[in-house]
């Protein structure tokens, strides 16, 4: 099948990595993990930015930096913007997607713990180089129902995470509506869904096994950083 | 005066936006201005992302958005990444700049103090479309010293903000030396290095006049944006 211009260069990793240039990720969007963050569910989606540079294909490993002594795995669907597009209404939002990937939105706990309690940014929890697995991507016309996947998340043998798209308290074109009103949204783009629950740590020597079932798996060692 | 490869194509703002892929926003770190705030003096750099479709080059306006009802000024020193590094040593910093700018992080205070309040990021108050107005780039040469340079906004005719960049916390070196730390710096991305005190509010109608004394000076108006 052929895509169309914009989006033929977006259908593989290395052009979503080329080209997008931000990651809006949100907070709390499945209600069992918000409960087990001891957190309320949000009236409205809570979005936070990690860096591109965050970024790890299939091949690559996560490295868990020397301040984090709690690093965690959250896997999360990703959505993949296809057009530049700013404002857009709910019943446009598909159209501007150009399909979705696997990820693992990986969280040094402590220092986002430590974060909230002074009322300071989740950036650098979210944001060390290697926090950000990813996929390969996979085309819209692939996914027959965004909101009716399954993912999951095991640790070495452990299945630590299963949870379905379905129960995100703020559904895929409530958030491109929402994020696209505040900032513009452009090709390349992924925003990162939010978690089920089940999130927890990973050590070094641990491999994480995380995928949607019947569409992508994706495998990650986990290794202490050197500096 | 011709410049090597790398850094000729950021000579111009056109070359910073089409580049960079993140704004490395720093809280705090001018005493002064951390107790306006009412904060403490942070041990170590605070970090924040802003997106880089925050940016607004002269000739552009300054939005408020609807959901804002208190936008802040903040002058700040822009530092231009000019190659790919990590890790990077204090003394090797220097190398890894391309040039200056000068830049008003906006910020929506009201969202923002709303956000610290519930341990939540600043992503929403520091993100918005036309949030990052920044002057044209400055190529390193022209400036004798980082840390020696004063920094003015004023609203209309009044001067609100007056600050020199030795009095910065974190000196550039170690800002370099502690961001690429965490996260890999890349061409044309941009380290706002923060506020020096006298924040203040913004209205539509008003006209934002902010420089870096001898070297470079913005004027953005402000407007109501509507949707
Ligand atoms: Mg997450
Ligand atoms: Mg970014
Ligand atoms: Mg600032």
Known sequence: MVLPGARRSLSSLSGILGRGRKIVAIGRNYEAHAKEM??????????????????????????????????????????????????VRQADAERHIA????????TA??????????????????????????????????VRDPHDLELY??????????????????????LVAYISSIMTLEPGDVI??????????????????AGITGLVEISFPVVDRRP
């Not at 399909?99 to 990986?106: I, N, R």
């Not at 713990?113 to 950036?123: D, E, H, I, R, V």
């Open 38 to 87: 001891k957190a309320e569910k949000p009236k409205e989606p809570i979005l936070f930015l990690k860096p591109t540079t965050s970024y790890v294909s299939q091949g690559g490993k996560v490295e868990i930096p020397a301040a984090c002594k709690d690093l965690h795995h959250e896997v999360e669907l990703g959505v993949v913007i296809g057009e530049t597009c700013r404002d």
């Open 192 to 209: 990162a869904t939010g978690t089920p629950e089940g999130v927890g740590q990973v050590k070094a020597g641990q491999v994480m096994r």
């Open 99 to 106: 399909g979705y990937t696997c990820l693992l939105d990986m």
């Open 153 to 174: 998340c095991f640790v070495d043998n452990e299945l630590r995470q299963k949870g379905n798209t379905r129960d995100m308290i703020f559904k895929i074109p409530e």
């Open 109 to 142: 706990r402590d220092i986002q713990n430590a974060a909230k309690n002074k009322g300071l940014p989740w950036t650098v929890a979210k944001g060390y180089d290697s926090f950000t697995p990813m996929s390969e991507f996979i085309e819209k016309g692939r």
